[in-house]
């Protein structure tokens, strides 16, 4: 009998779940509306994709699910767009369709074309975070259409690599392979080849590109030079994903451990010359540079904080657009600390980078160092201009994002801190 009615109990939950899932599926949570966005994109259902994410930003517009959902909604029509342009080139192949069938076909990828553009311009206009990420969809949805709009996508990239460190690397990446899509070789080689100098967050992606080129043009000679390089020094930052971004590595994790180590060893020549001889082997990468920065901070705790700062101002000189210039220059201003030349130092980046996301960051680090100086004052008079320094940052951080994260995160700074 008792297990009669276990039974008949589980097949009442049975019957009730559907219903359950239902109700959660069309009154979704916040998480729920993101993760059922993302479903329907991974599993191909664009259009309710796009329809979920559209119902979330409505109730949900100042927050960074929002945020992701543009950035979804985007993908989402570039992948319509896609599908459409497939089925436009598939329709002409066959030559059994009518010029009003190919002018509604058309039609469909220009919509979906233009609907992707507005909704990552949207997000350059809202969402600082996402800016950089945006400009390379819409120069991935320009680039979708070959050498006819190879120009307004290799200007969007552009813009990145101007003006937003945090996708730079990436961005010079995606005109290498802007060009080498659509057959110019020459324009690509060089592409990949000042990113590998330029960039050290995808040096070793930009080389492996380049000698990619080599082979394929049969420059066997090249090619085996080139890869020999990423064999020995370049290749030590293992792979990226396929939207170039970079999937780490195990040495840089083992390069900041070991100093840790040596650290509470007490061991600090050992901890000194260990990131040395790994910057030394390994100019130029990601590996490199953490060990390069590493040794800098390491420096300033050792009392040698002119060595520390000359390491990271030459980090910031010799990769002005990489985003190894912006961590530099971060870890500089936190070194510093409470100070004068912290400020200096923050101000210098939010001048350097208006645009970037860093810019904000560098903003809200600044109003936290005025509060900190505030701390230390015994004059009422500079504690409170000092307190006001502050506010003003964090004014100015919503005046410039009223509608996103980062302006609600300076609206809770400042009633935080009782600004």
């Known amino acids: 009998m008792k297990r009669l009615l276990a039974c008949a109990a589980a097949l009442g939950i049975l019957l009730v779940l559907p219903a359950f899932i239902e109700a959660s599926i069309q009154n979704p949570s916040l998480p729920e509306y993101y993760h059922l966005s993302r479903y329907y994109s991974d599993t191909g259902q664009f259009d309710l994709a796009i329809a979920n994410d559209n119902a979330m930003i409505a109730k949900y517009a100042t927050t960074r699910e929002a945020e992701h959902g543009w950035l979804g909604i985007g993908y989402c029509y570039n992948q319509l767009m896609l599908r459409a342009m497939s089925e436009l080139e598939k329709a002409k192949a066959r030559g059994d369709v009518t010029k009003k069938e190919i002018e509604e076909m058309t039609s469909r990828v220009n919509s979906s074309m233009n609907q992707a553009l507005a909704a990552y311009q949207k997000v350059v206009a809202q969402f600082p975070a996402s800016k950089a990420e945006a400009m390379i969809g819409i120069a991935l949805t320009y680039s979708a259409f070959g050498p006819e709009k190879e120009d307004l996508a290799l200007g969007e990239l552009k813009k990145v690599t101007d003006s937003y460190p945090e996708e730079a690397g990436r961005a010079h990446l995606l005109i290498g392979d802007t060009y080498a899509k659509n057959g110019d070789t020459i324009a690509a ?231």
């Open 189 to 419: 080689e060089q592409a990949y080849s000042v990113a590998s100098v330029v960039y050290p967050e995808v040096a070793s992606l930009a080389l492996s590109k380049y000698a990619d080129l080599n082979l394929n043009s049969e420059e066997y000679g090249a090619a085996v030079d080139t890869y020999t390089t990423i064999i020995q020094s370049l290749g030590i930052d293992g792979t990226y994903d396929a939207k170039h971004r970079f999937m780490g590595s195990l040495v840089q994790s083992a390069t900041e451990k070991r100093g840790q180590g040596e650290r509470a060893l007490g061991s600090k020549d050992d901890e000194l010359n260990g990131y040395r001889s790994v910057y030394a082997r390994y100019v130029g990468t990601n590996v490199g540079m953490t060990a390069q920065t590493k040794l800098a901070e390491a420096l300033w705790y050792y009392g040698k904080s002119d060595d520390a700062a000359k390491i990271l101002k030459q980090i910031m000189n010799d990769y002005p657009k990489s985003v190894w210039c912006v961590r530099a220059t971060m870890l500089l201003a936190k070194l510093q600390g409470a100070t004068k030349n912290a400020v200096e130092t923050y101000q210098k980046l939010i001048r350097t980078y208006p645009f970037s996301i860093y810019r904000v960051e560098a903003q809200f680090k600044l109003a936290e160092v005025h509060l900190a100086q505030a701390e230390k004052q015994e004059d009422p008079g500079e504690k409170k201009k000092l307190r006001a320094e502050a506010k003003n940052v964090c004014d100015g951080v919503i005046a410039d994002y009223p509608l996103c994260p980062e302006g609600e995160q300076a609206k809770n700074f400042i009633a935080k801190n009782m600004l």
